[in-house]
């Protein structure tokens, strides 16, 4: 009913008892009016609102800035990416991915990017289009690497990137943290990946674990850096000062901890893998703690792959009880500077007059228990409802 009404660009109006705005606010007892899927208006609550939210703490719709949206368990439930040697059809592999996204939004979160397969194009436009419910979705498309070519060979690769539409560019400065998290791109494919994508208009996100990885990606202008596992506190600082963007992954290495029967046996995925994933989440909270201290702009991503679609929230609770974040700025990294991180803080990841209304409504005070992000019970996403009630 909701969704029918506010899809015909009628005023709604939704009340509020406590309401996060995404920047550090605490709003209390707050009216918001939504109107052709924006927050048309903000105010006390007062009169007659078609939706109410008041028991419940309102915030805007999460973002997470580092997802793998074609990650499924196939039938046999063992990891598939697509590709060369799937058991899955085509067909089937869309269908995972489409569901994926779903759980995703149903978790609260209204925009994600993906990091990146070519399916993603397709379904960013069917989401975009409002075929599919998912959230609003960002993608790379593809990624680059070492193999990709020499610096000359990188531009022209993500010229070509940006001509299909790929909204970021990743790349892989170093190897996975099951291989060591050694550097394996040279500084000048660093600098023509990064380069290119500037010049180009585009953000580029940067996979790297070791400092010396890290270090070339922000000298050549990335974005963002995701993992940084093995940073060291002049990294950090360089970072800091540069403005470059901090993902560093929780979930990710849970999930596959968890599921270990699901991945193991598959590429990297051995017992050496999974020890050295094991070792890696006390760093991961380590690493995170020096980056608040040196005051980096820190963003929520999750790296989500099979298993973790719809559970995204579960890094808020790791980054409080084992990186130490307060919940507000865990909110917050999920909210208004991972909007940022994204070029879209004039869009989404505030509630303010103007604002795309992303709304997520949890049971209880995330602030005072950061579990209550579990417990989602609205979800808008442009003015729509998705979700009311758990």
């Not at 069917?126 to 020499?150: C, H, M, W, Y």
């Not at 919940?327 to 909007?339: F, H, K």
Request: overall charge neutral; hydrophobic content about 45%.
């Amino acid at each position: 009913m909701f969704a029918a009404t506010l899809a015909y660009g009628q005023a709604v109006v939704i009340r509020t008892s406590t309401l996060l705005d995404g920047k550090g606010h605490v709003l209390k007892n707050t009216d918001l009016t939504i109107e052709g899927g924006r927050i048309a208006r903000i105010g006390a609550a007062k009169g007659k609102a078609a939706i109410d939210l008041t028991g419940m703490t309102v915030m805007p719709g999460w973002i997470d800035t580092h997802v793998h949206a074609t990650w499924y368990f196939n039938r046999d439930g063992r990891l598939e990416q697509g590709g060369r040697g799937a058991k899955s059809t085509p067909q089937q592999a869309a269908l995972s991915a489409a569901a994926n996204l779903y759980a995703t939004l149903m978790g609260g979160f209204t925009t994600v990017q993906s990091l990146g397969a070519e399916l993603e194009g397709d379904l960013r436009a069917q989401i975009a289009a409002g075929a599919l419910a998912g959230p609003r979705l960002l993608t790379s498309l593809r990624q680059v690497s070492e193999t990709t070519g020499d610096a000359g060979q990188i531009r022209e690769y993500v010229r070509k990137m940006k001509a299909d539409g790929a909204d970021v560019v990743k790349l892989f400065a170093t190897a996975s943290i099951r291989d060591g998290g050694k550097m394996t791109m040279t500084p000048e494919q660093i600098t023509a990946a990064c380069g290119e994508a500037t010049a180009q208009g585009l953000r580029s996100v940067v996979h790297a674990h070791s400092p010396d990885g890290a270090r070339a990606a922000v000298m050549a202008g990335c974005t963002a850096i995701e993992h940084g596992t093995f940073l060291d506190d002049a990294t950090l600082e360089l970072m800091a000062a540069r403005g470059v963007y901090f993902d560093p992954n929780f979930l990710v290495l849970h999930n596959y901890l968890e599921n270990k029967p699901r991945f193991l046996g598959i590429g990297n995925y051995n017992e050496e893998g999974f020890a050295a994933m094991e070792k890696g989440l006390p760093l991961v909270a380590e690493v995170l703690k020096r980056a608040r201290a040196h005051h980096v702009k820190v963003v929520l991503g999750t790296d989500g792959v099979a298993g973790a679609h719809g559970r995204n929230a579960e890094e808020f609770i790791y980054r409080v009880k084992e990186g130490g974040d307060t919940p507000m700025d865990a909110l917050t990294s999920g909210a208004s500077v991972a909007a940022e991180s994204l070029g879209m803080a004039d869009r989404i990841g505030a509630i303010a007059v103007g604002m795309q209304a992303d709304l997520v409504a949890v049971e209880g005070d995330p602030l005072a228990d950061i579990t209550a992000v579990r417990r989602v019970a609205f979800v808008m996403k442009g003015g729509k409802v998705y979700r009311y009630g758990r």
